[in-house]
């Protein structure tokens, strides 16, 4: 995972983060089992209440 963003006068201009997983799982399991984090994470619960929170994208790499 990474994670950035940026400030301006005006304070948070949002978080951006990224996501690369490799596995040996099919990409679907690992695809749902990122959505299922990402919707009970608490860093990113707490941060959307105040700044926007998006994904810049995930990657996936598996064997199959």
Same mark, same amino acid.
């Given at each position: 995972?990474s994670?950035?963003g940026?400030f301006? $006068?005006?304070?948070s201009?949002? #978080?951006?983060?990224?996501?690369e997983?490799?596995? !040996?799982?099919?990409? =679907?399991?690992? $695809?749902?089992?990122?959505?299922? #984090?990402?919707?009970?994470?608490?860093i990113?619960? !707490?941060?959307r209440t =105040?700044?926007p929170v998006?994904s810049?994208g995930?990657?996936?790499a598996?064997d199959?």
């Amino acid at each position: 995972m990474s994670a950035h963003g940026d400030f301006d $006068q005006d304070g948070s201009r949002g #978080v951006q983060y990224a996501i690369e997983i490799s596995s !040996a799982s099919d990409r =679907g399991a690992v $695809q749902r089992l990122i959505d299922d #984090v990402e919707a009970d994470a608490t860093i990113p619960k !707490a941060l959307r209440t =105040g700044v926007p929170v998006e994904s810049s994208g995930t990657r996936i790499a598996t064997d199959q």
